[in-house]
């Protein structure tokens, strides 16, 4: 669990101050973890005989935004038996320790569209990896330097700012179409349907504005939380329903039309003395498939619930900041404890679990964490904080291949037009085709 604590944030200013006003010698003795142990997880003997079901590739042109959908449901996408690496390009400034890169960039005709920790909004080729333009766009307050996410559907680029700002601009040249206000800062990416945009801010508050002018359409509030982890969910919408986790634990199914209440679920609740034992943040996107809906949060369960009703048809005890990979007849997700595991969709069962824990090429004392997965070429792959990318076998989680990247990333990749993208913590975008 240790290995995501580098992504809390505490909003509550009095915590701040007793973290940081002084230096303290460290204390002799064996150091003891003291929050709750999470319960190791174990392989069902009943799906040991269950065939996993890959369904076939999916030719992707364009990554349009979390999870490429906007139900967050990409299934299976092409991608070359072998790649190279391409090109890579520098698109932001190193991020200092108070700065953070949260969402991977988005990929639509031909472009790579990134934001950087300074509000800039950098366009790549997809072939050269040239600079084709970029847009600083004006933000209300300059002291957050936390950058938001992306989305580019129907050729208009929608961002979300750490300053609460949502813009639409034009994906050919960048100029603002226009602009929206949010109450407080957003750190999710946007997700994009239905004429919409849905964005979650951190005060737990889901605003729902028109793609043609930015109008607020309609509101709903979880309940808001004073600390919470860096980072932060978007929304999953399918067949006028949508999704929305709130860093409060809350799952809220509502009409995506109207915002009327279907139906809401606590993924958990857990309270400690310590304030981060009662971080139950819903972190990680939900994933909408069918009538289904897949959800899991830091420090709780993935569940799986009935899309319009609400529900609960399992749930499994799993930690996890990573959105769910659903693909065939299985889920895959990768743990809080670095374990890459599949779950059987239908009963919630284990298939096969992979530990990631691989030993760090950056720093030997350094805590590694992995992000992803994503199924691409019919292969997993996962990425870790020390500079390392894995793929693994979906059937049997069996290792593939191992590259180094020599750069930390703590998102996923992205695919589109059969090429592979990853953004580093250090601001370069890599491509290979």
Same mark, same amino acid.
């Given at each position: ?5 580098? $992504?809390? !944030? ?6 701040? &101050? ?5 230096? /303290? ?13 999470? /319960? ?5 003997? @009943? ?13 992707? /042109? ?14 299976? +996408? ?32 031909? $472009?790579? #569209? ?15 990896? $040239? ?12 002291? +957050? *330097?936390?950058?938001? %996410?992306?989305? #580019? ?15 639409? !601009?034009?994906?050919?040249?960048? /100029? ?18 239905? %004429?919409?945009? #849905?964005?979650?801010?951190?005060? *737990?508050?889901?605003?729902?504005? =028109? ?85 899991? *949060? ?27 990979? &659903? ?9 809080? @404890? ?7 969709? @239908?009963?919630?069962?284990? $298939? ?5 824990? +691989?030993? =760090? ?15 691409? %070429?019919?292969?997993? !792959? ?52």
């Amino acid at each position: 669990m240790m290995t995501h604590w580098a $992504k809390y !944030l505490t909003v509550a200013s009095c915590l701040v &101050v007793a973290a940081c006003s002084s230096k /303290q010698e460290p204390l002799e003795g064996t150091r003891e973890y003291v929050l709750e142990r999470p /319960q190791l997880l174990r392989i069902d003997p @009943q799906v040991r005989r269950v065939d996993v079901k890959i369904p076939e590739p999916i030719a992707l /042109q364009n990554w349009a935004q979390t999870g490429a959908y906007a139900d967050h449901a990409a299934m299976h +996408l092409a991608l070359p038996n072998t790649v190279t690496r391409a090109w890579r390009r520098k698109v932001s400034s190193t991020p200092a320790d108070d700065e953070k890169l949260l969402n991977p960039p988005v990929v639509g005709e031909g $472009k790579v #569209f990134s934001l950087t920790t300074e509000n800039e909004v950098v366009v790549l080729d997809t072939q050269t990896g $040239k600079e084709l333009w970029t847009r600083e766009l004006e933000v209300s307050e300059d002291d +957050l *330097n936390i950058s938001g %996410g992306l989305a #580019f559907v129907g050729g208009t680029l929608y961002v979300t700012l750490g300053t609460g700002q949502v813009y639409a !601009l034009d994906g050919a040249e960048g /100029q603002t179409l226009w602009m929206y206000q949010a109450s407080s800062p957003i750190r999710s990416a946007p997700t994009v349907a239905e %004429g919409k945009v #849905f964005v979650i801010s951190n005060d *737990n508050k889901l605003h729902t504005l =028109s793609t043609v002018d930015g109008t607020l359409l309609w509101q709903h509030s979880g309940i808001e939380e004073s600390i919470a982890l860096l980072g932060g969910a978007s929304p999953a919408v399918s067949e006028g329903v949508v999704v929305v986790p709130y860093s409060s634990g809350e799952l809220y199914a509502l009409s995506s039309t109207t915002g009327k209440y279907i139906w809401h679920e606590a993924l958990s609740f857990r309270v400690g003395a310590d304030p981060a034992s009662a971080l139950v943040d819903a972190e990680s996107s939900p994933v909408i498939v069918g009538d289904m809906v897949y959800a899991v *949060n830091h420090q709780g369960r993935l569940s799986a619930f009935d899309l319009k009703t609400g529900r609960r048809i399992w749930s499994r005890e799993l930690s996890s900041t990573q959105m769910p990979w &659903v693909a065939g007849n299985m889920i895959y997700v990768v743990t809080d @404890q670095n374990e890459l595991v599949a779950v059987h969709r @239908q009963t919630g069962a284990i $298939k096969w679990i992979e530990n990631l824990g +691989l030993r =760090s090429i950056l720093d030997d004392t350094e805590s590694v964490s992995w992000s992803g997965p994503i199924l691409a %070429g019919n292969r997993l !792959l996962v990425v870790a904080t020390d500079g390392m990318a894995a793929s693994y076998k979906p059937e049997t989680g069996k290792r593939l291949a191992m590259v180094r990247l020599r750069e930390a990333i703590s998102m996923p990749p992205v695919v589109a037009g059969g090429s592979l993208y990853f953004l580093t913590d250090k601001g370069r975008i890599i491509s290979y085709k």
